[in-house]
Every structure is written in C-alpha cells, then in structure tokens.
C-alpha cells in the first residue's frame, strides 16, 4: 500500500482500537491532520491541549483502554504535557502523538521548536523521537504496548513533519500492541499469605488504583467477605467496595474519617493492594498501622518496599495474586474485630456537620438527584476531598479524580472524554471556582459536541483548600486565595451556548433536579459557605489519627 508517514500512523491508531482523537492543529502535524481528515476517525477539537490530554483520560479511566491525543510541536506539546504528567502519576494509558519540526532542524531554535523529547521523559512512562515513516510500523504498536502493559502509563511520540510527509510503501501492516501477558504470582509466597492473614486477628485491607487497573474488585470483595476483613481504600481506589458494605471503611488518610484511620492504626495485619503508600493515605510513615506487619501486592517490583518495607510481597497482577490466594485462605468472620469497628464508627459517625447548606450535604443531595448511573469528575481542592467523602462511588471507573498530581482543571475535559466515551451514561462534573477557570474554554468543546455534561460549581470564592490551609497552618493569613473579582459562571455558560444557572444559599431544590434531570449540558454555579473547612484533616508531617477533627 502507498502512504505517507501520516497516514500510516492514522491507520495504525485506527487499529489500535482509537475511535476518537482530541487536540488541536498547528504547522509541524499538519499532514497529520490532513490524513486525519481523509479517515474515519473522529477527532475533537479542544481549546487547549492540556484538556486534550485529560480528554483522552477521561476515556482511558472510564473504559480501561488506552486513548490518544494529538498537539503540535512547541506550545503545544508543551500545553499537553501537563496532562501527561497526570497521567503518569495516576498511571493511566494513553498515547500522546506530538508534531515536531523538521527533522533537518531539529537543535537550530527552528520556529516553534522544543525538546519535546527531552522534556516529556521524566512525566512519560516512555517515549519516541521517530527517525523515518517506516519506524511508525513497529513504533505505534509498540508504544500502546508499553502504555497497557505491567503498570500502565503514558507514552508519548514525537514525529518531525518531513516523516509525516515522507511517502513509502508498505507490504503489510502490524497487528495492534497489545499488553504484555501480567506477571504470575508466586505460589508459596501465596501459601505464606494465606498463613499469615490466617493467624492475624486485627486485618485490614488497604486498596488502590492498582485493584481497578487489574480489573480486581470482585476478588477484593471475596477475599473481604471470606475472611471477615475491613476494607479501607485510597482516593484513587474509591468504588472498589460497595459503599453500603458493612466491611467497606471508605478512605483512608489526610481526609479520611476518624473510625477509618483508627482501623488501620489498630490493625495487626495490613494487605496493601495495588497501593503505593502515598503519604496523602499514609500520613507520617512512622505512624502509619505501627502494629501491622505487611503483605504488599503490587504489580510494579519498585513499589515494593519503597516506602514501608513488607513482611511478605508478591510483584505480579493484583487479580492473578488474589484468585489464587482467595482458594488457600480459611473463611474466618472475625466477629471480635467486626464488634471493635462497629464500636469504632458508632463512637465517631461520619455525616457533614451543620445544616443543608454545607459542602458535604450539597455532594450527597446531587447525588440523590443525578442519576444512579453516572459517572462523577472531581477537579481538585475542598469539593474534590468532599465528593470523596460523601459521594456514594458505587462502582469503579465512575468517579475521575486526578488523585497523584493533583490538576486543577482536571474535571471539565476529563468530563468530555467519559461522555464521549459513555455516551448512555449522564456525566457530572463537580468543580471549584479556582479549578474551573483553569480549563473554562472548554465549554466551547462541550457546547460544540453537545455533550451531556452537567457542571456543578461549589462557589465559594476562595481557593478554598488553599485558604484552609492558610487558616490552620499560616496563623490564619489568607494571601492570594480570595477571589476579589466573582465571575457570573451562569452567564458565561450561556456565552458559550450553554444553559447556565445560579443558586444561592438555601440551595433551590427544584433547579438542582430539574436541570440534573434534563439531558444535554448545563452549568450550575452552586453557592457555598465561603469559609467551611474539610475536616478532618491531618497536619503536615503528621500521622492520620493526629487529625484535626473539627473548628476548635
Ligand atoms: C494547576 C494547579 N495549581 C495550583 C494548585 C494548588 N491548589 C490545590 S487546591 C487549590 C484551590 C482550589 O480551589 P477551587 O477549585 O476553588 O476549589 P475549593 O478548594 O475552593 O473547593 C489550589 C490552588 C493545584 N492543585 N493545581
């Protein structure tokens, strides 16, 4: 077949399994986008090339694939590489395609040149500089390879224009990369699992979003089951247990509750799966389960013993390691440990405080409103840790947060991608003020795709987790985290074609349901109480049962 290197790579992602592209057009991918437009891909046209990035996360995350994004050379890549840092932190598979100047001047401070290589190293799991059009053939494949296999992340591939552009002829064309086979557990070190949980009288299991990337809920919730063990999950292992479980304890760390973390400072036996001990969960590692021996079970051999050394590990598949161990273990119901968290929770109930207008009250009446099936993004700040805190997250890959980086702005594209991705299933975006502003332009892509996306704006005119911290730990001076300037959202919504709508404290029950209950996409900019705080909320350097619980 005759192509040029930008068809090739068109039709390479076509078989990959890529249904859309996000991103935006500039001079060195242009002959990607002139292949693109003379196939059947679909590409959507972001406003900013981070959100093309977390475009292709939002699909990534919702479905377990791998999704693509495309930027040009210099601003462009250097837009997306925010996302790709996010994605490498929370290790999500995607493919970041970048046009790069020609290759003859690559090194000259060509007009829009950057060492868009160099650059994405550290934030990639791997990366590409591609030399000529053939490359692409054995490239492409393998780069999703990479991103789906082991622990997942992004790949990035950098193509100067003279390859897009090159002609060749090409015989035959490569099956798509695929994940390598997950490494196999260990059967006796899964003997002396099965041994060690047996014996433990204080268990707690402690999961992440290593459970969700290997597809192992079920055997989470068996091996919960069989064994009588309490459940604790991290921010980006919500919805791995049933919220309603008896057993599950929600999440643990920096905003977990108190009968949560004191089940793990309590606990003889921690099994850490799919986890990385990230000190948002962990708080002070010294103080972190100080009783608990460890079992560790993680598919990346440097996660082990990087931060808390185990007693027992097993580097292999979370869901391989589980089915095997789940037929050594002896069913026990625990009823000693079960009572002593029962007493735990009763002693410390984890409702939101004060009247229907706190934060926490809003999350959990949307979710009464929403429908059941829908799938949440969080931006980042104080309704991000309260959407974890009250948000009953149902099933996994249902609620996206950008749990290592952190990215405000993260939300809105991230929205698109799992609308587009999911295109039966309502998505519900719950932003700050601060979060959204970061990636606002994106209205116009929502506007334009007609997604049905509903935007929820916890406005409280602050930056607000930024000013919590101001007010505990800075002796109460709040500096560059008040917004002086209160943009009308609603307004601004219905400049870029959507409907918009304001509702003040008390919070309007009957525009909340009404436009959760409308298809199609709205912003609803929700007032907040300005200066409510998160809580709990452990200290900087502090272990998770030294919480601050409430206002003193
Ligand atoms: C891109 C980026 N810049 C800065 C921060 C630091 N930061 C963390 S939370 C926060 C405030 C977020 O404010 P808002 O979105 O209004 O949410 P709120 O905390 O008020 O709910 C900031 C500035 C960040 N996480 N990401």
């Not at 969700?212 to 809920?217: L, N, Q, R, T």
């Not at 719950?430 to 892509?445: F, K, P, R, Y």
């Not at 409510?532 to 900087?540: C, F, I």
Request: hydrophobic letters at 45%.
């Amino acid at each position: 077949m005759q192509c040029t290197g930008a068809s090739l790579l068109i039709e390479l992602l076509k078989r990959q399994g890529i249904g859309v592209v996000a991103g935006i057009p500039g001079g060195a991918n242009l002959p990607l986008y002139d292949a693109l437009g003379q196939s059947d891909l679909r590409h959507v046209l972001v406003r900013h090339e981070q959100a093309g990035g977390f475009l292709a996360q939002g699909i990534a995350r919702s479905t377990g694939r791998a999704a693509a994004c495309f930027a040009t050379s210099g601003p462009g890549a250097v837009n997306l590489l925010t996302a790709v840092a996010d994605a490498k932190l929370d290790s999500i598979p995607i493919v970041a395609v970048t046009g790069q100047v020609p290759s003859g001047l690559i090194g000259t401070d060509a007009f829009q040149e950057v060492d868009t290589y160099g650059m994405s190293i550290p934030a990639t799991k791997h990366n590409f500089l591609v030399r000529t059009a053939f490359e692409l053939l054995e490239i492409v494949p393998e780069a999703f390879r990479i991103a789906l296999s082991g622990r997942q992340g992004p790949v990035l591939i950098d193509v100067p224009k003279d390859v897009q552009q090159a002609r060749l002829e090409v015989d035959s064309l490569p099956g798509p990369g695929a994940a390598d086979p997950a490494a196999e557990p260990d059967g006796a070190v899964l003997a002396s699992m099965a041994r060690l949980l047996a014996s433990a009288q204080r268990p707690v299991l402690y999961v992440g979003g290593g459970v969700i990337a290997s597809g192992a809920e079920e055997e989470v919730r068996a091996l919960s089951a069989a064994c009588g063990i309490p459940v604790v999950c991290t921010l980006m292992g919500l919805g791995i247990m049933d919220p309603e479980d008896p057993l599950s304890l929600g999440m643990l760390g920096m905003h977990g509750s108190r009968a949560t973390n004191l089940a793990v400072d309590r606990a003889d036996l921690l099994m850490a799966l799919g986890v990385r001990f990230d000190d948002r969960a962990t708080g002070s590692i010294a103080g972190f389960a100080p009783g608990a021996r460890v079992i560790h079970v993680d598919i990346d051999e440097a996660e082990i013993g990087k931060i808390r050394r185990p007693d027992i590990s097993a580097a292999c598949d979370v869901k391989r390691g589980l089915r095997r161990l789940n037929r050594l273990i002896a069913r026990s119901v625990r009823e000693q440990w079960r009572a002593e968290i029962d007493a735990m929770r009763r002693e410390h109930p984890f409702e939101p405080p004060g009247d229907d207008s706190h934060p926490g009250a809003l999350v959990k009446r949307l979710a009464q409103l929403a429908p059941r099936n829908s799938i949440v993004t969080v931006d980042v700040g104080q309704h991000q840790m309260w959407a974890a805190q009250w948000w009953p997250v149902r099933r996994t890959r249902s609620f996206l947060t950008s749990g290592g980086l952190g990215t405000m702005g993260f939300s809105v594209p991230a929205a698109m991608g799992a609308a587009l991705a999911n295109p039966d299933v309502p998505t519900l975006v719950l932003t700050g003020d601060g979060s959204l502003l970061i990636n606002i332009q994106e209205l116009a892509t929502i506007a334009e795709n007609d997604l049905d996306i509903k935007i929820c704006v916890f406005n409280n005119g602050h930056l607000g987790l930024v000013r919590q911290q101001q007010e505990l730990f800075y002796g109460g001076r709040i500096v560059a985290s008040r917004f002086d300037a209160r943009p009308d959202f609603a307004a601004i919504a219905r400049g870029f074609g959507i409907p918009g709508h304001t509702v003040g404290i008390p919070h309007d029950e009957e525009v909340l349901a009404r436009v959760l209950s409308t298809k199609g996409p709205a912003l609803l900019d929700i007032e907040v109480p300005e200066t409510e705080n998160v809580y709990p909320m452990v200290p900087p350097g502090k272990s998770n049962v030294e919480a601050i619980w409430r206002k003193s």
